[in-house]
T-cell receptor, first 114, second 114 residues
Framework: AQSVTQLDSQVPVFEEAPVELRCNYSSSVSVYLFWYVQYPNQGLQLLLKYLSGSTLVKGINGFEAEFNKSQTSFHLRKPSVHISDTAEYFCAVSDRIGNEKLTFGTGTRLTIIP | NAGVTQTPKFQVLKTGQSMTLQCAQDMNHEYMSWYRQDPGMGLRLIHYSVGAGITDQGEVPNGYNVSRSTTEDFPLRLLSAAPSQTSVYFC?????????????FGEGSRLTVL
């Protein structure tokens, strides 16, 4: 069985400051990892994904994430946040390519302080 | 592009009432799914379908029925609503690219059961 833990339920950050949203996973097999973002009153949309290859993955809106197998982590980072980054961020895991069923974390609400 | 369209956006039911949440997608995706989102619990998979005529249960299927008569539509039925089904429901369809899927979500349906 696979699971995802997002360690912070809320993260307040000043505008233009860097941010890191933490995600740890557990899985008995290979993992494929995703970050989704949910803006207020909208559905989720894909930020980035890790399938294989380079452990540093770049996504949309200046976000990136690093896959760390030894620490079973997939933390999301952005060097300088903007007001428009205010949203809820979800980490998700799949145990195989072609597995349509994702397991989602509980989400981290990112609040940008002007 | 309409993408994934859910109706209604808001609904209030009394315990024991039945209703159907509608979901339609215009991207010709074979795979569709329903999730519920509850505070502190992230998204949990209710039912999914890998194509017309084929459905299967997810993590929390009890109290819900689905059918898939066409590629475009994937309605979710609550046969006898309970307060525990108060939640935000998201429908998603999956696009396959590079061997894995990207979920496209609707804007959600907020259901309150009194």
């Amino acid at each position: 069985a696979q699971s995802v833990t997002q360690l912070d339920s809320q993260v307040p950050v000043f505008e233009e400051a860097p941010v890191e949203l933490r995600c740890n996973y557990s899985s008995s097999v290979s993992v494929y990892l995703f970050w989704y973002v949910q803006y207020p009153n909208q559905g989720l949309q894909l930020l980035l994904k890790y399938l294989s290859g380079s452990t540093l993955v770049k996504g949309i809106n200046g976000f990136e994430a690093e896959f760390n197998k030894s620490q079973t982590s997939f933390h999301l980072r952005k060097p300088s946040v903007h007001i428009s980054d205010t949203a809820e961020y979800f980490c998700a895991v799949s145990d195989r390519i072609g597995n349509e069923k994702l397991t989602f974390g509980t989400g981290t609400r990112l609040t940008i302080i002007p | 592009n309409a993408g994934v369209t859910q109706t209604p956006k808001f609904q209030v039911l009394k315990t024991g009432q039945s209703m159907t949440l509608q979901c339609a997608q215009d991207m010709n995706h074979e795979y569709m799914s329903w999730y519920r989102q509850d505070p502190g619990m992230g998204l949990r998979l209710i039912h999914y379908s890998v194509g017309a005529g084929i459905t299967d249960q997810g993590e929390v299927p009890n109290g819900y029925n689905v059918s898939r008569s066409t590629t475009e539509d994937f309605p979710l039925r609550l046969l006898s609503a309970a307060p525990s089904q108060t939640s935000v429901y998201f429908c998603a369809s999956t696009r396959w690219s590079g061997g894995t899927g990207e979920l496209f979500f609707g804007e959600g349906s907020r259901l309150t059961v009194l």
